[in-house]
């Protein structure tokens, strides 16, 4: 499984007033949607530094069933770079839900401009 999403301000326009990042992700650990209609993700900060660790764990929620020890691999990018170098990008699914625990963007990965 693949979970590919636009960029956090992209996101947090398409989700508006449901619940979304429309605060900058106020609320940590709270989900959003994604592109795919059967998968949330916790909300990412708006700016992060590259190579740190996240604040918290990221996770992807699948609302489908999917068997337990699927692995799950997930991408970042934007306009000017597509697919950005992301470490600890891959973990397995259980329950529905998949965590990745130390999720880092690296370098130039997609997320903001700099």
Known sequence: MTVAWRSAGDMATEVG???GMSGGG???GELIKTGAPNILCTALPTHWRSN???PMSFKVVALDDVK???IVTIRAGND???CGELRNNSA???NQVAKF???RFVG???RGRC
Do not use: C, Q
Request: no cysteine; net charge negative; aromatic share 4%.
């Open 68 to 70: 337990d020890g699927t």
């Open 80 to 82: 000017e770079n597509f």
């Open 101 to 103: 625990n130390d999720l």
């Open 108 to 110: 130039r990965s997609g």
């Open 26 to 28: 106020e609320h940590p």
């Open 52 to 54: 740190k660790s996240l």
């Open 92 to 94: 397995v699914m259980k």
């Open 17 to 19: 007033g449901m619940g």
